[in-house]
Structure formats: C-alpha cells, structure tokens
C-alpha cells in the first residue's frame, strides 16, 4: 500500500505537509519519535524548499524535485538473490540491509560482529538520554529542508554503537536497497545513528543501489566518534539512472578522535551529498575524499562544512570529478576556523575534469578563519585532458581512444585506490571506471 498524495495549488509545500499528515494518520509512528517527528515538520515549514539563490542550493536546481509528488511505500520486496549480489566479499557475516528505509532482519546478517556492536532500533537508542539530547539538538537546528523532511518521516532507524577499547576487523556494510514505484515516484527515509566508544575502531561501508525505478533516497546519518576512536566511512552510490539520492552525514569528532571519508558517485538524475563535520575536541583529525564520473545528464552535487571548534585540529578535502557530455558537478565547501581554534591544519583541492564542451563543473571553496596561528590552503581547478600526455602516450603507439581512457582512469582512480578495502576498490573497477571505458570508445 501507498499514501499518494497530488501536488496542491499551494506548492511543494503544501504537499510535503498533506503527506506528512497521511503519514501520522495510516502509517502510526512510534510515540517515542513523533514529538521529532512534529518539531521536525516545525522546521521544515521555517526553511521551505530552497530557490536557486539560496546559500545551500546555489549550484543545486531542486525544483523538478520539489515539484514531484511523492509516496511512502509501506511494503518491500526484495529478492534475497539481489541482496547478494552487492553484498561486498568480507561482509556477508557482517551487513545490515534496508530495502525502502526499513531494516529487513531477514536480509541482513550481523553475526561476525560478535559483542562488539551493539545494533538496535533508534526507539531503543532514544533510551540513552545522550542520544536523545544529539537527535533533539540537531533537529531543532537543522539548517538543510530535506534532512529536516527525512526527520518529520522518520519512523524506523538504526543504532550501532562501537563498545570501548573495541576495534572491529570485520567491516560493517550498510546496503540500501530501493525498490522503486510502480504506480509513480516514492520517497524513502533511511536513518542511521554511529556511535563509536573511546579507543574502538569501525570500518563502515554505506551503498545506495536500486531494484527499481523512480524514487527518492533521502537519508541522514548521525555519527560520534568519541577519544581515541577511528572511524573509517566509505559511501557508494550506485542507483539507478532516473533516481535522486540526498544524504546528510553529520560527523561529531572528540579529542584525538579521526574520521575517514571516502564518497563515490556513479552518477544518477541527481546526487547531492551534505557533510558537516565538527572537530569539537584537540587532537580530532578529518579526511573526506570524492569522486563522481558523469555522462548524458547526470548530476553531482557536493556540500561540506567543516567546523574547527578548538585547538590543535586537523581537516583534508579532496575532490575529483570526471565530466562528459551534459553532466554536471559542483563543490560548495566552507572550513571555518573558529576564534581559539589556533593550530590548525586545513587543506582543500577539488579537480574537474572536462572531457566534453558540453558539461559543467562549479567550485566554491572557501575559508573563514578567526583565529590568527593556522595553516589553510585551498584550490579548484577545471580543465581537459593535457595534450602534451596525450601525445606522448599517442608516439607510444596507443590510439587516441586509448590514450584518452588511460589519463581519465588515472585521475579517478587516484581517490578510488585511496580506499582501504579491496573488495570496494575492485567493484568501482568494474563499475565506476568502466564508464570512462565507453566514453572513449
């Protein structure tokens, strides 16, 4: 079954709060969320959907997406043989997996994480009056209109919580599966709370893939690394073509605390990735990496804020996106270096590279520093395939073609090498860098 509703003369807006009232009325979420669930709606009224001179969205054209009426697809299906295959080698004792927004404990498979992890509902994690404290403040601050969306939804989530002095062999792959709509589009609001104890280690693997068509991913991700702790995060997404995928990451970092991020984009109708990061404590170390390969009209999107709240903190960026045809890519990332945050080390470099006349790429980095003791630097550059290589590859006796896709797979495969886990590396390959194959032939 499914809560349609039709765009009202009112606008998006309208419609975001007519399904908003479906979903209290038919589908009944938990008590324990549904103060959340209202305040977030609260919000969502304040922020609106954004237009096109709106500080988040500037590069960022939301209004095919505003303007669709969605649904809430309340039962899935999905084949145990699908879930397979993207189930990563290394982690078929060690993945959860969410078809729709909702977990589907027939499909997942945790056992070789032992006692370790704690995994539970985000009404068990709400129990824990420090989680309630973070899920209540970032809702009632949450400056992004979809992230606040994916909270006025909210009715199933999950916890994993990282016990103390443990470190995690296996990796964690989270698999989101969306099934698509076959009477019109669907919206699904996969939620994720990551909590890693002083001293533990995780290595997590979030993939986003499609059994279907024609739907929404909006998703949001809460994660505390608490001293001592590492957190290694590595996030696919590979949906299918006529998709949208939005996700949020919100990363909180403690004292000597690191954070590992690596994002790939495969491309879709659009992606657009929020990622806010706060280095709260001395000591905390952040490094975001991206990639995204793009053709025909796909779009991706990237939006990060860095918070250097104290001493002694540590930020890298680096971005690269491949180009072709009418594809485009933007990067709007900010690092602020707050008054007493002295020390600081940041760094950003995002490369586009142009293999068409056709495609776009728009770079915004940016620094705002109100400290005086920092080390900052930050680039962009967008520009084509250097002749001068292509020469000298041609006078080795490749073909143009030839040429051409082994530069393009060098420059992506620079970030896609740069993660620490083979089976992800050889999928993206076979997948990601595949598509460079077909855009030189």
């Known amino acids: 079954m499914s809560s349609v509703i039709e765009e009202s003369k009112n606008g998006a807006e309208s419609a975001v709060l007519a399904l908003h009232k479906q979903f209290l009325d038919a589908d009944q979420p938990s008590a324990d969320l549904l103060p959340f669930n209202k305040k977030a709606l609260d919000i969502f009224e304040c922020l609106k959907f954004p237009h096109r001179k709106h500080e988040m969205y500037t590069f960022v054209n939301t209004k095919a997406l505003a303007d669709t009426s969605f649904s809430l697809k309340t039962e899935n299906s999905v084949q145990n043989s699908f879930v397979k295959q993207h189930v990563y080698a290394g982690c078929e004792r060690s993945h959860l997996t969410f078809v729709d927004g909702a977990l589907c404990p027939e499909l997942s498979d945790a056992t070789a994480l032992g006692t370790s992890v704690k995994i539970g509902s985000l009404i068990e994690a709400i129990k824990d009056e420090a989680f309630k404290n973070i899920l ?20 199933q989530g999950i916890m994993v919580k990282v016990g103390r002095d ?30 890693l104890e002083p001293s533990s280690e995780l290595k997590l693997i979030v993939k986003y893939v499609g059994d279907g068509s024609n739907y929404f991913v909006n998703s949001v991700q809460d994660m505390v690394v608490e001293d001592n702790a590492t957190l290694t995060h590595i996030q696919i997404e590979a949906d299918s073509k006529d998709a949208w995928n939005f996700s949020k990451n919100r990363i909180f970092l403690k004292r000597d605390s690191k954070y590992l991020g690596y994002q790939t984009v495969s491309g879709t109708r659009l992606v657009r990735n929020h990622n806010e990061v706060w280095l709260n404590e001395p000591g905390a170390e952040m490094e975001l990496n991206g990639v995204s390969v793009l053709e025909e009209d796909e779009q991706s999107h990237q939006f990060v804020r860095v918070h250097h709240e104290v001493e002694n903190c540590t930020s890298h960026q680096y971005f690269k996106n491949i180009i072709n045809d009418r594809a485009r890519a933007s990067f709007d990332g900010t690092v602020v270096v707050n008054k007493g945050a002295q020390l600081t080390n940041s760094d950003q470099l995002i490369n586009n590279l142009m293999l068409s006349d056709e495609g776009h790429a728009d770079c915004k980095p940016n620094l705002m520093i109100f400290a005086d003791d ?3 630097a930050h680039g962009a550059t967008v520009g084509q395939l250097d002749d001068d290589q292509l020469f000298y590859l041609k ?24 993660i620490p886990f083979e089976s992800v590396v050889k999928e993206l390959d076979e997948t990601l860098l595949k598509k460079l194959e077909a855009n030189n032939e």
């Open 395 to 418: 006078t080795r006796g490749l073909s143009d073609p030839i040429a051409k896709e082994i530069l393009t797979r060098s420059f992506a495969r620079s970030i896609v090498q740069k």
């Open 166 to 195: 443990k470190q995690v062999e296996v990796p964690l792959q989270i698999l989101n599966v969306s099934s698509g709509g076959d009477s019109g589009p669907v919206m699904t609001v996969p939620r994720a709370y990551i909590h």
């Open 136 to 155: 209540q403040k970032s809702i009632e601050q949450e400056n992004d209109v979809f992230a606040s969306i994916n909270s006025a939804f909210m009715k």
């Open 374 to 376: 920092v080390k900052c």
